[in-house]
């Protein structure tokens, strides 16, 4: 699962479509935790999908990750700041990559 306290655990190391990535990053394998308030483990995503299905004000959008081990598509937090805390994604990912801070 998503480490919860991942903000005190990892490092901002880039920027992507106007959010952080915690790293490590070391493509393609390693690709790190996208987003802050929404933050999505890339290295544990499987693209389930459940979560870009349900959030009610479309959060995610999928990117390609060719060559990750898990999944060559991810769910990406590109629309963080439209969160509205419902929780639903952190509820139905199978995988618990999804952590979601209220407030
Ligand atoms: Fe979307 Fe709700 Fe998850 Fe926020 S908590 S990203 S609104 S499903
Ligand atoms: Fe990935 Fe979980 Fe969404 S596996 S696509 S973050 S439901
Ligand atoms: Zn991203």
Redesign the pocket.
């Known amino acids: 699962a998503i480490d919860p306290n991942f903000e005190q655990n990892r490092d901002v190391v880039e920027q992507h479509d106007g959010h952080d990535v915690w790293g490590p990053v070391d493509e393609p394998e390693e690709l790190g935790i996208h987003g802050t308030h929404v933050a ?1 483990d890339f290295d ?9 299905e349900d959030c009610p004000v479309d959060v ?1 959008e999928w990117v390609d990750t060719p060559d990750h081990p898990e999944s060559e598509i ?2 990406d937090p590109a629309n963080e700041s439209q969160c509205i805390d419902c929780m639903l ?1 952190v509820d ?4 618990d ?2 952590d979601v801070d209220p407030g």
Request: aromatic share 4%; hydrophobic share 60%; proline share 5%.
């Open positions: 999505v544990i995503c499987i693209a389930d999908g459940a979560c870009v995610f991810k769910a994604c139905v990912c199978p995988v990559a999804i």
